[in-house]
């Protein structure tokens, strides 16, 4: 067995990207700095900028129905399927990124059935509510009480929308229908009105799912208006003064434009696609809308006319479900059916002409709520700044793993989406990464496996070539890592020089060769390439392919329980290797230098060793010398999905450092394994589902592992950090043990007493009291025989009184030190008012509880030693009887042996 490595390694969780949004109501504030969206139960208050979490509000156990966001981010409205409405008041930090403080203003149930939607006026202060049974409720947000009530029919509420009315030339308000400015004026004869004038134009405005809006004044309490035209949900409704209209938008395929003044139809549109989102933009000349299609249309308000040129309809992925537009923001906020929110541009509009055509918005950025299951991942480029996600679509997610800097493009931050590539028809299983980073392997469930291009210098992201062949789908894919000679073009450009090959392994059973076109090649050519050659290598599912650093040999894992190792040129098998007693997940050759290790049998050379991981919840070394196992590590309670090869130590590190590898399961851990010594070194716990993908840097050996649970986590190597911080600290431990020594020596008690306790030394503290207890000369007056003790014991912290009463408590239940406890509880309840020490500010979650109950047990004690002192006393008493009548026996035998003989009469009195 091979030795112990002499220090423990460690890994820590560094960073970790997760889903900010998994569908449901999303808010931004005004400044579209704060951006709220529902994740699960819970609610997430999310930097736009940075990316950055600013606070998670705990959801009540029920799912999210809706949620707003004033717009002076003032105050966060949650409610939920168990029918209640948080309000919760927010305190923005003024240090920028910083978390915002947030505390639960009230609890309301607002409605008899789930609130649906939620508006909030630009004042921040009224808050409308929606429901299912057709009720509306204003309410006074700081206030939480209902100013208004609207009953409509009993329709679910789908829209709403505060908006103040232009006032006209004669101070009145418009905005009020021929047939109810006449009800108004019959009112008017015989009802007073009410006095609150400023709010005389507030009008709210509502839609059902009846296809009706209904124009609610807020002044008069009543229902201005009903405009009945469409048919169908209305999704969106938006006012501009300076148009002074309303437009509607609804799943009818269509959009109107109202009149403000007579509420009469100015101009109907068929969109031709059932519209979730819609606005007025700027001034109000121009309307945006989103829907099932995908795409963000422009609208002249005018005349009605299409800005933006055709746009063919996208995936139902694609399709939008809500949008956000805000004033003097310079961008259309859309959120899509993948949960994926997208800032569209919208700069190109300010110079719009009436007569202009314009093309699709550009799209500012794209952000991925979720990341759905992290299927496989692998880091891009030389300097390893993008991380490419294979996330359970048809599409690979590229992210940013750059730390943003002020000044810097704000989509640059940790985490943010760069680009996607799509191309592929079905779910990627599988991907691989060549050596520069510049050039990745998908394969997906569409039988086919592409070769993508990643410039993000020239941001290029582009599929080079597409090989198709396979019967069923792809579950295994494999690129070179064999670096080019230093003096080749390959080495020095490699964006111009593709990998050489590429291995495909399927469901068909069959391993397939393509040889990649070259970047001249691929642009002449007309023919999709074919394989070079098709292997029949497994009698089950393909699970993994990894080609060895030098290019010759590659391994293939299957669900048959084997692994078979390849010659790369002629495709034949050169060795098998058997074991598993469950399917093969993953392989991976050990990288180039690494050093040998000892297996069971003995050392093994380090350049011919396979990792693989399998269902049968192992992990398995072998040899490529004889294939035979070398070792198992067994520790994973469900199936291993994952193995990686850690960075191999350097060779003056290798006395000090063993060779280690990590693995990931399905029981959602990673576990990092010492290769010499068979030992599982940590376990790394962050995940809450499978964990499917793994890799690490190899430079800094970071692991990185992606889950089913969204998440991907970053952990840093903090081995050196962990053994310089264990020598620092036990130096630093040494040197006080000699400082005590040394102070307990000098008579330094204030010093002693006082490190004592700040080093958690009970015995020294104990015996530093005992000595100060049982001095012969105790100093006339001191209350525990020092008086230098006796000032240190009155001017302690409250932490270390505190903690002293720890020790007191600990030393009381021991018939042998609770003399020296009682004196020195004795000195503190002398040197302190009963105030204080009743009042001490304990640190820790129970404060005031775990102060009693250290008081209790002192009670209880010296309650205990007390009884037990006044037995002694009760049989001390007849000890001294029997004593003295003991002397009296004595001198009795003296008196009788004096006279020789004792009378009758003694005897009998004796007896």
Known sequence: MANKSPHQTTFEAERTI??????????????????????????????????????????????????TLTPSASHLIICSRSLSMRIFSLQPSPVANAEIKHSLLRTLKPHATPVIVLAVDQTSTLLATGAADGVIKVWDIQGGFVTHTFRGPNVLVSALHFFELVAS????????????????????????????????GFRLASGSQDGKVRIWDLYKRTCASVLD?????????????????LLTASRDKTIMWWDAKTWKVRKVVPVLEEVEAAGFIGAGNLTYTGGTNGNIRIWQTENGREVTQSQSPKSEADAILDGIILPDLPFILTIQSDHTLVLHSITALQELGSTDTIPPLDEIRRISGTHDEIIDLGYLLPDRSLLALATNSEE????????????????????ADVAQLRGHEDIIICLDIDWSGNWIATGAKDNTARLWRIDPTNESFSCHTVFEGHAESLGAIGLPHSIPPESSAAFKAPLGHPPPYLLTGSQDRTIKRWDVPSMQGISTARKAPRALYTRKAHEKDINAIDINYTGQLFASASQDRTVKIWLVEEGEVQGVLRGHRRGVW???????????????????????????????????????????????????????????????????????????????????????????????????????????????????????????????????????????????????????????????????????????????????????FTSVVTTTSPEE????????????????????????LLRIRDWNTNARTAP??????????????????????????????????????????????????????????????????MDGLGLLDQVNGSHGVMDSEQDIIMV
């Open 229 to 245: 035209s469409h048919v169908s949900d209305i999704r969106a409704l938006d006012y501009s003064q300076e148009e002074n209209g």
């Open 396 to 415: 690979i997610r590229i992210v940013s793993l750059a730390e943003s800097e002020e000044g810097s493009d704000a989509s640059t931050y940790f985490g």
């Open 18 to 67: 997760q889903p900010i949004y998994t569908g449901g109501s999303v808010a931004l504030d005004q400044s579209g700095r704060i951006l709220a969206t529902t994740l699960g139960e819970d609610a997430l208050l999310t930097d736009l900028n940075t990316g950055r979490q600013l606070a998670r509000i705990e959801g009540d156990g029920e799912l999210i129905s809706t949620l």
């Open 586 to 768: 993953s392989v991976k050759f050990a990288p180039k230098d690494m050093p040998n290790i000892v297996g069971d049998s003995g050392p093994a050379a380090g350049k011919g060793l396979v990792l693989t991981g399998s269902g049968d919840k192992t992990v398995k070394i072998w040899s490529l010398s004889d294939f035979s196992c070398l070792r198992t590590f067994e520790g994973h309670t469900n199936s291993v999905l994952k193995v990686a090869w850690l960075r191999v130590p350097k060779p003056e590190d290798r006395g000090r450092r063993h060779v280690h590898v990590a693995s990931a399961g399905g029981d959602g851990l990673v576990k990092v394994w010492d290769a010499s010594t068979g030992e599982a070194e940590c376990t790394l716990d962050n995940h809450e589902d499978r964990v499917w993908a793994l890799t690490v840097h190899p430079v800094t050996n970071m692991i990185v592992s992606g889950s089913g649970d969204s998440t991907v986590t970053f952990w840093k190597d903090t081995t050196s950090a962990t053994q310089a911080a264990t020598t620092a600290a036990a130096t630093q431990f040494v040197e006080q043990e000699q400082e005590l020594q040394n102070y307990i020596h000098s008579g330094s008690y204030r010093s002693a007493i006082t490190l004592a306790l700040q080093l958690n030394h009970p015995g020294r503290l104990l015996s530093l």
């Open 820 to 885: 020296v406890a009682q004196r020195i509880l004795w000195t503190l309840v002398k040197s302190y008012p009963a105030s204080r020490l009743s009042n001490l500010k304990v640190k820790g979650g129970k404060g005031d509880k775990s102060l009693k109950e250290v008081l209790d047990a002192l009670r209880v004690y010296t309650e205990r030693h007390y009884k037990r002192m006044e037995e002694l006393v009760d049989e001390s008493y007849l000890v001294e009887y029997t004593l003295r009548e």
């Open 781 to 804: 007056g001191s209350l525990c025989g020092l008086k230098a003790v006796d000032e240190v014991l009155g001017s302690l912290s409250d932490d270390q009184i505190f903690t002293l």
């Open 169 to 200: 030339n004669n101070n009145e308000e418009t905005g009020i229908s021929a047939r109810n400015r006449k009800k108004d004026r019959r009112k008017s004869e015989g009802e007073s009105e009410p006095q609150n004038e400023a709010a005389r």
